[in-house]
């Protein structure tokens, strides 16, 4: 199998390494190399032989220094410039990109920027030997200690070595002058934990804990942690309560009304003409639980606007619009709601975006209101973080509203529904006496309070989190056949919109045609299979199993797939696709 990978991708050499998920055991190593003539030999292990500069994937490192030395938070603003060059003594270090002027600390380590050495420097630059301590306090000078010979010895400089120079430490935070095997310097680093599902926090925690069990170091970075989630971790991967800090203050950017009735178009449209008689700035985002309630909250706020002679521009954006669509409707909803215009004055602008949970976390936004429904407590004040988000604007009025009616059906139930009504109900209770301005510690101590193992212990996530954990843990190696699906458990198809293929159908089936005819290397075919998937969008699962009966008995059209590659391939679906997004057809639903 390794083999047939290399030679499909032509790469020079790789890995495979097999382990015992109950364990953590490794139970075989296999390595490859291609020879002088070609053909693939094993002659090295390269999971632990040789050392070598780990590049971009040491940023964690250095940002979890940052954060413990307390020189900064993960929303702190940084000034990276915009020219993209650093400079350091007579050197200069340059991003990949153009510079991206003020970001927060949490940008600049999803955007790996090159700048973070401008920010170790600056702290670090005189006593350099408090960076290297904590790279040596975290185990990345010393071998995995695995039980296999011929591992390589890291090395990282010390500011006292002959070869440390003024440009070693900012070049050292960003993976350069210092050598280490990848098993040393491999660290886990886990967002926003609380977004998780049952299902996959409970194989998180799983992994999570037999990591640690081998010696791997992990960390958490969220926003919000609910009690009952740091409990399971603390009893399930050994969290320490010494190695947990909170950077919260109590700072106030937001401003609540609670209403206890649907989110709907009319209070929306209030607002919106309100402000725009003042003359302010009238960004709006509204935030749905379901893509259906958007798209139908769309089609309100339209007609009513439409009925009021209201002149609004309204958008909506959500998971279910082809990849080339959404891209698009992503830079336009960032760029309408950025903070400051061109000048450093706060941005001004009017309009409407309709959204899902889609926007609650890596999209850098920040709108004046936010009308929303009650999710659960972690889920809305992630959805407060896209109002007012620098805290820069007035909070003396009103600027987040609450809904806390939801259909009857959107609750668990059986099979049915996705929210779970123990912990709506207690977010509920937790929100229903605010009205006016909430702090961030607030904000906290009402997840600290209600959000609790003991409350939610009777919940259907805790009951699905131990049922998960359960069935993981049953599982022996070789237990499963290839085509069981016990594990993978698919919820979502990759689709082609009808719509979508008959406008580009030249070009689909053009790239289609040399992806499966033409000798490619990997890049070119990994090119032309994106070509092709910008056309595409992911469906739940259970809508294109309806749309397949449906097809078995001639209610909709049957269309050729289209090959990716010989084992894969997108379906084309008759559907409803517009400026709102992906529709399933009618006669779907009528199929038994």
Known sequence: ALKKQLEKSEATHGTAILMEVRTGDIKAIANMAKGKEGVYVENQNFAINGAGEPGSVIKAATIISLLEDGYVTPEDTIDLGRTGRYKFYDRYLSESHEGLGKVTVTQMMEKSANGIAKVVFENYKNHPEKFVNRWYGMGLDKKTGICLPGEADPFIKYPKDKSWTGITLPWMSIGYELKLTTLSYSRIVIDEIQMYSPDLLAYLIYGMEHVAKMGGKIAIMTATLSPFVKELLEKYVGFSKDNQKVFINDSI????????????????????????????????????????????????????????????????????????????????????????????????????????????????????????????????????????????????????????????????????????????????????????????????????????????????????????????????????????????????????????????????????????????????????????????????????????????????????????????????????????????????????
């Not at 069981?484 to 198809?493: A, Q, V, Y």
């Open 253 to 592: 950017r937001h401003n609540v009304k609670v209403r206890d009735r649907k989110i709907n178009a009319k209070d929306i449209l209030d607002l919106y003409e309100e402000n725009e008689r003042k003359g302010i700035s009238n960004k709006i985002l509204v935030v749905c639980n379901k893509i259906a309630t958007a798209q139908k909250l769309m089609e309100a706020v339209k007609a009513e606007a439409a009925g009021k002679n209201i002149s609004a521009t309204v958008n909506i954006f959500h998971s279910r619009f082809i990849k080339k669509d959404r891209a698009k409707l992503e830079e336009e909803i960032i760029k309408f709601g950025k903070t400051y215009d061109k000048n450093g004055n706060l941005d001004k602008q009017s309009g409407i975006w309709i959204a899902t949970s889609i926007v609650e976390a890596s999209l850098d936004i920040d709108f004046d209101y936010l009308f929303t429904e009650l999710l659960d407590l972690n889920s809305l004040f992630q959805r407060f973080g896209r109002c007012n988000r620098k805290g820069a604007k007035n909070v003396t009025m009103y600027n987040c509203y609450v809904y806390t009616q939801l259909d009857e059906g959107d609750f668990i139930l059986g099979n049915k529904g996705f929210i779970d009504k123990t912990i709506f109900e207690l977010s509920n209770k937790a929100i229903h006496d605010i009205n006016g301005k909430l702090s961030e510690s607030k904000k906290q101590e009402l997840i600290n309070r209600y959000l609790t193992t003991e409350n939610i212990s009777q919940s259907h996530f805790i009951k699905k989190f131990r049922e998960k954990y359960r069935f993981i843990d049953s599982i022996s190696i070789y237990s499963f056949k290839k085509n069981e699906n016990k594990l993978r458990n698919i919820l979502s198809e990759t689709i082609i919109p009808e719509t979508v293929y008959e406008k580009y159908k030249e070009e689909i089936d053009t790239i289609s045609q040399k992806l499966n005819s033409e000798r490619l290397t990997a890049i070119e075919r990994k090119c032309l299979r994106s070509n092709i998937l910008q056309y595409s969008l992911e469906i739940p699962y259970y809508h294109w199993n309806s749309y397949e009966k449906a097809m078995k008995k001639g209610c909709v059209h049957q269309y050729q797939s289209i090959n990716l590659s010989p084992g894969e391939k997108i379906k084309v679906m008759q559907c409803r696709y517009d400026e709102m997004g992906y529709y399933r057809i009618e006669v779907v639903d009528d199929v038994d």
